[in-house]
């Protein structure tokens, strides 16, 4: 039955009043941004209509709200259909950024940026070189076999003005990781080596930065070698859509020398060239806003994030919304490691003061605290029915094991337990070792996170029938007993494609380790000394099994592998001795390695030659 209303002044002779159904309200539609956590109250202002409507819409599905509930992008979007809503799904941070270009376009704020410039290449073909050549630094020499294995971003300026150089991997494992810094930068050097030529990564890296839409600066290096041929490298690149400017195409190209520094001005005088073409501009008074670098666990302070800020000028004290992660900057530093207070427009900073560890990638947006709060607790929520959803199977099982099972034809799933050092490692991790799986077997990262192995990581491998994968970082002294006491097999590595390589032969049935590490015993670094002609010597005390003179050591700063070399010196008192066994004090000497510091811990170890299991096999059925 319809409601009726008395239609005004029609009253007639006889007294009674006439009747008429109401019509239905006719909504005009209505354009709207829904994003992930939006309320109910927010809903109904964008709606233009009162929430107490909405509320009855949903009681009327069987959905009990409160109007500052939060929603699901589904619900909320098919809530607003239900009132003629036309509704555009956006994040929170692509929200903000809407805004603050509606924002420039009003206030016209905009000045020139320095540009970000991505360092490519294939491995080995000197990326890093290059960039300590710029710098007048030694990266490399810090890298785990000369390979970088994270993203590191790095200013150098010519005369008045900066340019901000993003180092990314070149080995095929990276390729995520390469791509998404084509994503943050605005030019590509393409390094490429005048003795080897164009390999599989030089091409990838070609790909990703067409892909960006973004212009290549070709850095022809190792012209000081004998086999060099700068005119072949021309030729492949030319082969490739890249032809050269002296040839009458577009893409600068320059032959250079790291090592040799030769050329290196006339290569930065061009990328400020094609910066100036580009006419690169930002907001230095908008609300900061960029991407996430690198991101890992500092035992002393806390998640610390590389950032590069793109836009806007962040300062300290700033609440800052990233992924699942909220944040106010505490405390920040430069690429040097100084502490400032403001990061202007491309600029990259480490950023102190997040409340968990973000996904590198992330892009991260200043934001109202409330606000920002809100919608991270919505997404950490989501988070949560997400890892609870998941389901692990039981049992244990070692490498070893499953190379036995392999090999009785048993069909088995791997779950991995993946530790890294830094957010970019545990990334790739994450992406490469499943498609290690065969029709055998298949490989399941059930956990990947940034740190130390921990006593947690080890229960959950143990109630999962995982193998924990070791990235660039240690176990815990309580978790390596612990993993010793359930039998789970940590498999601990510091170059990635060896690691690549084991899981490939574990599940391929071809496991053979012929190299076994057998712990020796740890020490705690109390403090140091500065000895002429020999260098700094580490005043230890050891906490557990012996050290021993001329055994490998590895150097971990708070449980992350720093160094791995050898002890060339240990002497107790002033006497050398060759080994120092638990509870006693010593001086320890490490080939090739001066940085040692108070709180370092020293572990002693000795790799042992066992043959494979297929010749052990073999020597048995003769």
């Given amino acids: 039955m319809h409601p009726v209303r008395t239609r005004p002044g029609a009253a007639g002779a006889r007294g009674t009043a006439q009747a008429e159904p109401i019509a239905p309200v006719q909504r005009e539609p209505r354009e709207l941004t829904v994003t992930e956590g939006i309320t109910i109250r927010e809903l109904a202002e964008k709606l233009d209509i009162r929430a107490k409507d909405l509320l009855k819409t949903l009681l009327d599905r069987g959905m009990f709200a409160s109007i500052n509930q939060a929603l699901d992008v589904a619900t909320a979007t098919n809530l607003a259909e239900s009132f003629n809503g036309v509704v555009k799904v956006v994040t929170f941070e692509e929200q903000l950024v809407e805004e603050e270009k509606v924002r420039e376009e009003r206030t016209g704020n905009l000045q020139p940026r320095a540009p970000v410039v991505t360092v490519m ?258 997404r950490q929520s989501k988070q949560r029915e997400a890892s609870l959803a998941k389901t692990a199977s039981s049992g244990r099982l070692t490498l070893d094991q499953l190379h036995e099972q392999l090999r009785a034809g048993e069909v088995k799933e791997l779950p991995v337990v993946i530790k890294a050092d830094v957010q970019g490692s545990v990334e790739v991790l994450s992406e490469m070792l499943p498609k290690t799986s065969t029709d055998e077997v298949k490989l399941k990262v059930i956990q990947a996170s940034v740190g130390a192995v921990s006593e947690s990581d080890v229960i959950l491998a143990s109630a999962s029938n995982a193998v924990i994968v070791a990235f660039n970082v240690r176990p815990e002294r309580k978790a390596a007993d612990l993993a010793q006491r359930e039998g789970v097999d940590i498999r601990l590595h510091t170059i990635i494609y060896e690691l690549l390589d084991e899981m490939k032969k574990a599940i391929a049935g071809l496991l053979a380790p012929v190299e076994k590490e057998t712990f020796l015993g740890r020490a705690e670094v109390r403090d140091t000394f500065r000895v002429k002609g020999v260098g700094t010597i580490a005043g230890c005390s050891v906490q557990d099994g012996i050290l021993k003179r001329d055994a490998d050591v590895r150097v971990l700063r708070d449980n992350v592998v720093i160094y791995t070399g050898r002890v060339i010196s240990l002497r107790r008192f002033k006497e050398d001795v060759n080994e120092v066994r638990s509870g006693f004090e010593c001086g320890v000497g490490i080939s090739n390695f001066n940085d040692v510091k108070v709180g370092d811990s020293l572990e002693c170890f000795k790799i042992e030659k066992t043959a494979a299991p297929e010749v052990l096999a073999g020597e048995s059925a003769r």
Wanted: charged share 25%.
């Fill in 121 to 378: 290449g294939h491995v080995d073909h000197g990326k890093t070189s290059l960039l300590d050549a710029i710098r007048e630094t030694e990266v490399a020499a810090g890298e785990a076999g000369g390979i970088t294995q994270h993203i590191g971003a790095y200013e150098a300026h010519v005369g008045e003005r900066r340019i901000v150089f993003i180092d990314t991997p070149g080995h095929e494992a990276f390729t995520r990781m390469r791509a998404r810094g084509a994503k943050v930068t605005d030019i590509v050097v393409l390094v490429v080596a005048a003795d080897d030529g164009v390999m599989p990564q030089t091409e990838e890296a070609i790909a990703h930065a067409k892909a960006a839409g973004v212009p290549i600066v070709v850095a022809v290096n190792k012209i000081d070698k004998p086999d060099a041929q700068p005119e072949r490298v021309k030729r492949q690149l030319a082969d490739r859509g890249l032809m050269p400017e002296e040839w009458g195409g577009e893409t600068v190209m320059v032959d250079v020398s790291a090592r040799t520094k030769k050329n290196l001005d006339r290569m930065l005088e061009m990328i400020l060239l094609v910066a100036d073409l580009r006419e690169l501009k930002a907001d230095p008074d908008a609300p900061a806003s960029g991407t996430v670098l690198e991101s890992r666990v500092d035992k002393g302070r806390g998640p610390v994030a590389t950032v590069l800020v793109q836009n806007g000028t962040l300062h300290v004290g700033d609440v800052f919304i990233v992924g699942a992660v909220y944040g106010k900057v505490r405390a920040m530093f430069d690429d040097r490691a100084r502490a400032i207070k403001q990061a202007a427009p491309a600029t990259p900073v480490e950023v102190l003061g997040l409340q968990g560890v973000p996904e590198a990638g992330d892009q991260f947006q200043v934001a109202d605290e409330a606000k920002a709060r809100h919608i991270v607790e919505y």
